[in-house]
């Protein structure tokens, strides 16, 4: 890695503020999200966040409420669709649990399209995958909001 670039990884287990990032993440308690989006979502945020298990004495509270919508596109003659778009909006908080003030808080969002076939099962499968994708890239966007916002509050 050169020295003299000024990059410094945001996630590493070393020393300075990438350390610190690390540290803030895995003291951070994952509120319950409702329904099954919401549950795969903050599976997905606590090992990303928190992978050495729920914190003991937890600083922060994050809470989140998620949006999920569908929509299906590609509209053919006999009114039947090729495929559907599912897009998912996620408004997070992020909560210092001894002041109750909310430190951080923002909206993310990402969609994902799947193709349309004439097989239920597979549609049911395909729009499966193509939530579960959506609910990982979220809390993807997440985990960036929340690195960033220890990194710029860092003393």
């Keep these: 890695m050169a020295t003299g670039c000024g990059f ?10 990438s350390s610190h990032v690390v540290n803030q993440l895995s003291r951070i308690q994952i509120s319950p999200i409702e329904n099954r989006s ?23 509270k994050l809470t989140i409420s998620l949006k999920e ?3 299906d596109m590609g509209i053919l003659r006999d009114s ?7 897009k998912m909006g996620a408004k997070y908080q992020l909560i210092n649990i001894e002041t109750k003030n909310i430190l951080d808080s923002g909206t993310v969002s990402s969609t ?4 349309i076939v004439s097989s239920e099962y597979a549609n049911l499968s395909a729009q499966k995958d193509a939530r579960r994708r ?5 809390s993807d966007l ?11 509050n860092h003393k």
């Design 8 to 17: 410094q990884p945001l996630y590493s287990h070393g020393s300075g503020n």
């Design 38 to 60: 919401g549950q795969i979502l903050r599976n997905f945020l606590q090992d990303k966040l928190t992978p050495s298990g729920v914190p003991f004495s937890p600083t922060y």
């Design 69 to 71: 919508t569908r929509s």
């Design 80 to 86: 039947t669709s090729t495929f559907a778009k599912v």
């Design 112 to 115: 994902t399209v799947f193709n």
């Design 134 to 138: 959506t609910v990982r890239i979220i």
């Design 142 to 152: 997440v985990k960036e909001r929340l690195a960033l916002f220890f990194l710029k």
